[in-house]
T-cell receptor, first 113, second 112 residues
């Protein structure tokens, strides 16, 4: 089954404790991205990757890091999480140049205390 | 500044009661407008792409239309399984092709 998987689905952590949210897709998509979804603000792009070893900032990249060492995986790293990073996070992927048709993962709900 | 406004924020319909959701946008040069559906606890799922005013797309009970300032998602004779949040997103020529600007959605509830 074609899908984007994220782990963990739920995470409660404390300020400053480094964490990684994993994202994997099995569709051989070149493009992958991370979004956060907050009430009243809609989905906002954090980082994206056009292909292996090619990443770039989205609209709200502060406090986040990413890497793309393999085509299927695109982890999101929070080196020192803060409460304002409490949010619902989505990973998405698509075929290159069909960015409108992104496949989204199920989401990771992160709470930073 | 690019802006997408969706209305209403929430809509409750009786099963079979047709209605429309609105997505108005302000963008300098529209490359495309997209509709997604998001079920509770899940990620958004792509529905439609519209590129030019006058264009229409249909899928089952849903029909999306586009004008120069807004898009409508018409729902004909909805069923309870159509209950979801519907998101609208725009893509502008001025920003990167991968940069989608999302609205905050309309939460639709269809009552049996």
């Amino acid at each position: 089954e074609a899908q984007v998987t994220q782990n963990p689905r739920y995470l409660i952590t404390v300020t400053g404790k480094k964490l990684t949210v994993t994202c994997s897709q099995n569709m051989n998509h070149e493009y992958m991205s991370w979004y956060r979804q907050d009430p009243g603000l809609g989905l906002r792009q954090i980082y994206y990757s056009m292909n292996v070893e090619v990443t770039d900032k989205g609209d709200v990249p502060e406090g986040y890091k990413v890497s793309r060492k393999e085509k299927r995986n695109f982890p999101l790293i929070l080196e020192s999480p803060s409460p304002n990073q409490t949010s619902l996070y989505f990973c998405a992927s698509s075929v290159r140049d069909r960015y409108n048709e992104q496949f989204f993962g199920p989401g990771t709900r992160l709470t930073v205390l | 500044e690019d802006q997408v406004t969706q209305s209403p924020e929430a809509l409750r319909l009786q099963e079979g009661e047709s209605s429309s959701l609105n997505c108005s946008y302000t963008v300098s040069g529209l490359r495309g407008l997209f509709w997604y559906r998001q079920d509770p606890g899940k990620g958004p799922e792509f529905l439609f792409t519209l590129y030019s005013a006058g264009e229409e797309k249909e899928k089952e009970r849903l029909k999306a239309t586009l004008t120069k300032k807004e898009s409508f998602l018409h729902i004909t004779a909805p069923k309870p399984e159509d209950s979801a949040t519907y998101l609208c997103a725009v893509q502008a020529f001025q920003t990167g092709a991968n940069n989608l600007f999302f609205g905050t959605g309309t939460r639709l509830t269809v009552i049996p």
